[in-house]
């Protein structure tokens, strides 16, 4: 019981003097805080200020002001560039980085961390204001170091902004895998790239190889198995692009829309018109899209006529109400409504039309940007393979 007393008295005793050692230490924490805040000027936190209320002009104009005051505050410095290449002042930017790095042979020259990021921004600046040589140049400088895999991503998006596509293929084959991403769809895109601009040259043989590498890399690149039946077909072969193009349902059924109108005609070619029309339809059923209806709508019009090519849509139209699905329906009417009802039917469709070209749209699952047209890669984010043919009608319907 004495020993446990002892130790507690112990305790008592030490209490006190861990207290007034911690308050020191607070005290000299405090007055170094302090004697740091004292020595940023007023201008440093006002542009704090701005830019926490989202007022990046009087930011801009208050840092420019603290760094008049201490010229030395490099990180301040990289702050005032960064917002000059968001608001789009490139050229201002790129001044600040450029004086930031010629600092190395002065008396306040940089650290090699701050050396390598000033680098990276000035390389960015460059690539933003579109002088895209001097930023290859700059970013080349940055390979090896410690912003190596910043360096590459930045000399991807060069490369592909230059249609340098064997360039951005060394460079996609050298980034790290991050969480399961490998690259393949960006490669076989790139090698598609390649193969489609030997098509026009009549280059079958390296059209053929790149295609190769292409599904070598992602054997669901359809972009490459939909090359592959343009090949085959530019080299007189209808037989092995029609069996190439009827591998897209087995890689992404998605893209069928895509290759429906080559496929019918490339079976009236072979005499094989009611088995094309056939196979459309069956994929119709599995595979339902407003794209793909247009194609079977026209291929039933023309091999059925105009009944079948109504009972068709019709169908369609109870199982998915579309406009799309309206609108071809009223073109079916037509051609089998009596003369006297035609102009009532032609005025229902024509508005119908109308308003269906304008919410035509496609929509990239990245970033959301929607156009008319259908891209391999979305213009607005430079996302591969993110737009789907699918309209954006297609998206509200309900399952």
């Known amino acids: 019981m004495s020993g446990g007393f002892e130790i507690q008295l112990w305790w008592l005793l030490a209490l006190p003097l861990f207290f007034v050692l911690g308050w020191i230490a607070a005290r000299i924490d405090i007055k170094h805080l302090v004697r740091e805040s004292r020595a940023l000027p007023r201008s440093y936190f006002k542009g704090l200020n701005f830019l926490l209320n989202e007022q990046p002009d009087k930011a801009i104009e208050a840092f420019l002001e603290a760094a008049r005051v201490d010229p030395e505050t490099i990180e301040l410095h990289f702050a005032l560039g960064s917002l000059f290449r968001r608001r789009g002042e490139s050229d201002r930017a790129i001044r600040i980085h450029q004086n930031l790095i010629e600092r190395d042979g002065s008396q306040n020259q940089l650290t090699d961390v701050q050396r390598l990021q000033a680098l990276a921004e000035l390389g960015q600046d460059y690539l933003k204001a579109g002088l895209l040589d001097r930023a290859e140049e700059v970013f080349l400088k940055l390979r090896g170091t410690a912003r190596d895999e910043e360096a590459l ?8 902004q230059e249609k340098e596509w064997q360039r951005a293929i060394a460079i996609a084959e050298s980034l790290p895998e991050h969480a399961g991403h490998l690259w393949q769809k960006e490669i ?6 390649l193969a489609s601009l030997a098509l026009p040259r009549g280059d079958t043989a390296e059209a053929r190889r790149q295609l190769d590498a292409a599904l070598a890399g992602n054997r669901k690149c359809v972009r490459a198995t939909l090359l592959l039946g343009e090949l085959a077909l530019a080299e007189g072969d209808t037989a092995a ?6 591998r897209v349902e087995q890689q992404n059924p998605v893209y069928l829309s895509l290759v429906a109108a080559k496929l019918i005609e490339a079976f009236r070619k072979e005499g094989r018109e009611e088995q094309g029309i056939l196979l459309l339809r069956n994929w119709f059923e599995a595979h339902p899209s407003l794209d793909l209806l247009d194609t079977v709508f026209d291929s039933e019009l023309q091999g059925g ?16 109400p579309t406009l799309l699905g309206l609108d071809k329906l009223l073109e079916a009417q037509i051609m089998l409504a009596p003369a006297e009802r035609r102009p009532d039917l032609e005025l229902i469709k024509n508005l119908i039309h109308n308003h269906t070209r304008r919410v035509a749209r496609y ?10 047209q259908f ?9 591969w393979e993110s737009y789907p043919p699918k309209r954006t009608e297609e998206f509200d319907l309900t399952p």
């Open 363 to 372: 929509r990239c699952d990245s970033c959301g940007f929607k156009a008319r």
């Open 241 to 246: 692009a029609i069996e190439a193009w009827q």
């Open 305 to 320: 006529g105009a009944e079948a090519a109504y009972q068709l849509v019709r169908d369609e139209l109870r199982r998915n």
């Open 188 to 193: 076989a895109n790139f090698h598609c790239e």
């Open 375 to 383: 891209y391999w890669r979305c213009p607005a984010c430079g996302g």
């Open 153 to 160: 991503r930045f000399l991807l998006e060069i490369y592909q």
